[in-house]
């Protein structure tokens, strides 16, 4: 028998239980994990609220992201084999598939190969936010050296890879947060400049960072009224990716704006990227050697891994998404994309009955677990 989460009604973290079952046998083109950790991320989130881009059958498996070992393949199954070290890829439906458990069934497109070097924490939490972030940036933005982007809500996972990935291809990033606090954090993350817009005009401060050009890309997961002001930092033929919507007020359309620049306002979810073989491996090639120790050269100094030490609790552990970057010593005028994990505390959703024996859950945002 083997545990796995599963929900019968959509809600809080209260609606999550803990159930048995038989180890599922893969079919044809699926592979059966035995799951090392999972991530815990907002799409969950939404889906477990039945408010995701998808509707939320009942019952219903969940879960995105998983990295573990490969314990059987189905028919068809070429390049994986039991024993292999790999980490999910969210290019599923939830209503189908679903990683919260000991054991994993997931189709072959949506499992990769990770940098041996990584830990489990670490292989669960790449791919959800690297490769939003690289499609949003290189494949649909077409970000290109000399390039501006604005990386809203710039402290979020996918914010933290945006900025790594502009570094990446030699664009300079914006990174915008409400106050100052997190400025000096972003700065080490990648960003090449921090607007915090309860205290600065992000439109005027684009325009001096820009010499009056503006932006060529936003990258905004927030949407609703900020998206007029993101319209105003724009340059012609400007793009405006807008992937998320974290605040419930209405997105109006830039009209004026957009006419007077000629700007493109578009809707992106990473699905256009894992719907797409082509981008897929693209995507994967693009991270992987973003991870990787020889395009970072010797793990030392300035570009060495954290021995933080996640903190045990109960019988699964947890750590905050990692996504800290480091200088590159080999090669100064970029950033690699190491990854530092951080130990996170953890509470049990108030009202808890039985069922959540041995797990527990955080209301920080973007953590990873590991089942022990």
Same mark, same amino acid.
């Given at each position: 028998?083997?545990?796995?989460?599963?929900?019968?009604?959509?809600?809080?973290?209260?609606?999550?239980?803990?159930?048995?079952?038989?180890?599922?046998?893969?079919?044809?083109?699926?592979?059966?994990?035995?799951?090392?950790?999972?991530?815990?991320?907002?799409?969950?989130?939404?889906?477990?609220?039945?408010?995701?881009?998808?509707?939320?059958?009942?019952?219903?498996?969940?879960?995105?992201?998983?990295?573990?070992?490969?314990? #059987?393949? *189905?028919?068809? &199954? $070429?390049?994986? !084999?039991?024993?292999?070290?790999?980490?999910? @890829?969210?290019?599923?439906?939830? +209503?189908?598939?679903?990683?919260?458990?000991?054991?994993?069934?997931?189709?072959?497109?949506?499992?990769?190969?990770?940098?041996?070097?990584?830990?489990?924490?670490?292989?669960?939490?790449?791919?959800?936010?690297?490769?939003? #972030?690289? *499609?949003?940036? &290189? $494949?649909?933005? !077409?970000?290109?050296?000399?390039?501006?982007? @604005?990386?809203?809500?710039?402290? +979020?996972?996918?914010?933290?890879?945006?900025?790594?990935?502009?570094?990446?291809?030699?664009?300079?990033?914006?990174?915008?947060?409400?106050?100052?606090?997190?400025?000096?954090?972003?700065?080490?993350?990648?960003?090449?400049?921090?607007?915090?817009?309860?205290?600065?005009?992000? !439109?005027?401060?684009?325009?001096?960072?820009?010499?009056?050009?503006?932006?060529?890309?936003?990258?905004?997961?927030?949407?609703?009224?900020?998206?007029?002001?993101?319209?105003?930092?724009?340059?012609?033929?400007?793009?405006?990716?807008?992937?998320?919507?974290?605040?419930?007020?209405?997105?109006?359309?830039?009209?004026?704006?957009?006419?007077?620049?000629?700007?493109?306002?578009?809707?992106?979810?990473?699905?256009?990227?894992?719907?797409?073989?082509?981008?897929?491996?693209?995507?994967?090639?693009?991270?992987?050697?973003?991870?990787?120790?020889?395009?970072?050269?010797?793990?030392?100094?300035?570009?060495?891994?954290?021995?933080?030490?996640?903190?045990?609790?109960?019988?699964?552990?947890?750590?905050?998404?990692?996504?800290?970057?480091?200088?590159?010593?080999?090669?100064?005028?970029?950033?690699?994309?190491?990854?530092?994990?951080?130990?996170?505390?953890?509470?049990?959703?108030?009202?808890?009955?039985?069922?959540?024996?041995?797990?527990?859950?955080?209301?920080?945002?973007?953590?990873?677990?590991?089942?022990?």
């Amino acid at each position: 028998m083997s545990r796995v989460v599963r929900l019968h009604e959509t809600g809080g973290p209260e609606v999550l239980r803990v159930e048995r079952r038989e180890v599922p046998v893969p079919g044809p083109g699926e592979i059966l994990l035995r799951v090392r950790a999972i991530g815990l991320n907002r799409a969950e989130a939404m889906y477990r609220l039945g408010a995701y881009l998808e509707p939320t059958p009942l019952p219903t498996l969940i879960g995105y992201e998983a990295s573990g070992v490969v314990e #059987a393949v *189905g028919d068809g &199954v $070429e390049g994986f !084999a039991p024993g292999d070290a790999v980490s999910t @890829i969210p290019a599923f439906s939830m +209503s189908r598939y679903g990683v919260y458990g000991d054991h994993a069934l997931v189709p072959v497109h949506a499992v990769a190969r990770h940098p041996a070097r990584l830990s489990w924490e670490e292989a669960t939490s790449i791919w959800m936010q690297y490769l939003t #972030a690289w *499609g949003g940036l &290189v $494949e649909v933005g !077409a970000l290109r050296a000399g390039q501006t982007v @604005i990386v809203t809500a710039a402290s +979020s996972s996918v914010g933290i890879a945006a900025l790594q990935i502009a570094r990446q291809v030699d664009a300079t990033a914006i990174a915008t947060t409400r106050s100052g606090d997190k400025a000096a954090a972003l700065r080490e993350a990648g960003a090449d400049h921090v607007v915090a817009t309860d205290h600065q005009d992000l !439109a005027a401060e684009v325009a001096r960072i820009t010499a009056g050009r503006g932006a060529e890309l936003a990258f905004d997961p927030i949407a609703g009224p900020g998206v007029e002001v993101l319209a105003q930092c724009m340059a012609m033929h400007g793009s405006i990716l807008l992937y998320g919507r974290l605040t419930s007020e209405a997105t109006p359309f830039p009209l004026i704006a957009a006419m007077q620049k000629q700007l493109r306002v578009q809707g992106y979810t990473l699905f256009q990227v894992t719907s797409d073989p082509a981008w897929l491996e693209r995507g994967k090639a693009f991270v992987t050697a973003g991870l990787s120790p020889a395009r970072c050269g010797r793990w030392s100094r300035g570009c060495s891994r954290s021995t933080t030490s996640p903190r045990r609790t109960g019988s699964w552990r947890a750590t905050r998404r990692p996504a800290r970057s480091s200088w590159c010593p080999e090669r100064p005028a970029r950033r690699c994309l190491a990854l530092r994990p951080r130990a996170l505390p953890l509470a049990i959703p108030p009202g808890a009955s039985r069922p959540w024996t041995g797990l527990h859950w955080s209301s920080t945002h973007d953590p990873c677990v590991e089942l022990q």
